[in-house]
């Protein structure tokens, strides 16, 4: 049995009764939606007229609005880190006293997305840059004006390194001719060789 | 003899690129001015301050600095710098123009003037000068004392050829290469969002050619991608030198 992955302060005591007295009908939605954009760096979900339409919807004030809202994502951020099980995730939610068709809620919400949720925390990286896009181009170069009458083939790789926001997309051109070419993919076949003995 | 044969050769075969007639041969349908006058200018200095000029040349074609041997030169002789400046650019447009062909197409006339030198005393010399007769034009050939005709060819010819074709490639126009590639494989076991992530990931850095160096994360998927398309292009690329048309040589 996994330790309590919520735990029982005040703030959460009074998120759970808000929650509980909230109408089951949007709820699920609000859920999957909350997961969804739960690996987006961004800090409010919704935009401020989103907002008011909730508290009108779930009849709820601006601050008991986002506490609710903050509850639902530390509960969704504690399910991924712990990678729980939904029917572990029901068990946490009714023990610190949510409805049980709230927890029931929670768990078909987990159930669907998950594990799709836990594979985007995965792939974040920490990393400055990252590898984004691939492109290349096969030459044949007929001259040059130091040189004449080449005909040697040459190939140039286009690699789009985007920063960590996902944005500024810097392309990265890198000529090889065949020696160079073949180094290169050797070196790649060295680093698949360490890969395949990690699993 | 010696020139008389080289004389036939160079009328029965033509020149070098642009394929026989009248016009400069490798140097294109009309000699550049500064190597005509070059050719009419050297048939008055002595062999010595010749062979200087010429090193001047080859050293300005590796890509070495040769402001100080200028200065000597115009100090021990009696050359005014002006002849000295259209000496050392003749030489060096000349020799820019032999070197940019490929040995190629100068080999395919050696065979057959190898038979009509045959009966000469040092048919390697002649072969040598042959080939470079045989591309220059007549104009030229009658101006420019036969000694430097063969200094000329063995620079274009000989040992010091592939230290002027290094630098053509190093100076040549392209884009950067891969100087040097470092890379790690990690494993993140645990991150502030999970708690195990067990996540192989590449890191590599690239150093190219231009002095630049990239430093990024490869995901893994995108490194089989990657691996696919060098793999491809490999693929191509022997495909590629397999065509017939790159066989033929001109």
């Known amino acids: 049995m ?20 909230v109408d089951p009908g949007r709820f699920p939605r609000l859920l999957s939606r909350l997961l969804q954009k739960l690996h987006l760096k961004a800090e409010s979900t919704f935009s401020e007229e989103e907002e008011e339409k909730l508290q009108i919807a779930f009849s709820l004030e601006k601050q008991d609005l986002h506490l609710v809202l903050e509850t639902i994502s530390f509960i969704w951020e504690q399910a991924v880190y712990h990678n729980l099980k939904p029917a572990s995730l029901q068990q946490q939610l009714q023990s610190i006293h949510l409805d049980q068709d709230k927890a029931e809620a929670f768990a078909s919400a987990w159930a669907a997305a998950g594990q799709d949720t836990i594979e985007k925390f995965r ?29 040697s083939p040459r190939a140039v790789l286009e690699l ?38 990690l699993t | 003899m010696a020139a008389a044969v080289g004389k036939a050769a160079a009328v029965a075969y033509g020149h070098g690129e642009s394929g026989g007639g009248r016009g400069g041969g490798f140097l294109g ?31 300005a074609l590796e890509g070495k600095d040769c402001k ?10 009696n050359l005014s710098e002006e002849q000295i400046a259209f000496l050392i650019s003749g030489m060096y447009t000349l020799l820019r123009e032999a070197l940019r062909l ?3 197409t100068f080999k395919q006339e050696t065979c057959m003037f190898y038979v009509a ?39 274009v010819f000989g040992n010091r050829r592939p230290t002027s074709e290094g630098t053509a490639l190093i100076q040549g126009s392209r884009l950067p290469s891969i100087q040097d590639l470092k890379w790690r494989v990690d494993v993140a076991i645990s991150t502030s969002s999970l708690a195990r992530a067990l996540q192989p990931s590449i890191l590599m850095m690239m150093k190219l050619s231009d002095g630049t160096a990239h430093r990024f994360e490869v995901p893994v998927s995108k490194f089989q991608e990657l691996r696919y398309n060098i793999a491809l292009i490999l693929k191509e690329m022997n495909d590629l030198e397999k065509w017939s048309i790159l066989k033929i040589q001109d």
């Open chain 2, 117 to 155: 030198a045959r009966c000469c005393y040092t048919s390697m010399v002649l072969t040598v000068l042959g080939l470079f007769l045989s591309s220059i034009s007549d104009s030229l050939y009658f101006l420019i004392p036969e000694d430097f005709i063969v200094d000329f060819s063995s620079i």
């Open chain 1, 160 to 197: 789009g390194v985007s920063s960590e926001d996902g944005k500024n997309l810097k392309k990265v051109f890198v000529e090889f001719n065949h020696q160079e070419l073949f180094e290169f993919y050797n070196k790649l076949e060295t680093i698949q060789a360490q890969l395949d003995s």
């Open chain 1, 123 to 151: 792939q974040r990286v920490l990393t400055p840059r990252k590898l984004e896009t691939i492109g290349w181009q096969l030459n044949l170069q007929m001259a040059e004006s130091t040189q004449a009458k080449l005909k």
């Open chain 1, 2 to 21: 996994a330790a309590s992955v919520v735990p029982e302060s005040d703030s959460i005591r009074r998120a759970v009764s808000l929650l509980n007295a």
């Open chain 2, 68 to 77: 100080e041997s200028v200065k000597l030169i115009a100090e021990s002789t």
């Open chain 2, 102 to 104: 490929p040995l190629s």
């Open chain 2, 29 to 59: 349908p009309r000699v550049p001015a500064e190597v005509e006058a070059m050719a009419r200018g050297v048939q008055d200095i002595g062999k010595e301050t010749f062979r200087r000029l010429l090193r001047v040349a080859v050293n």
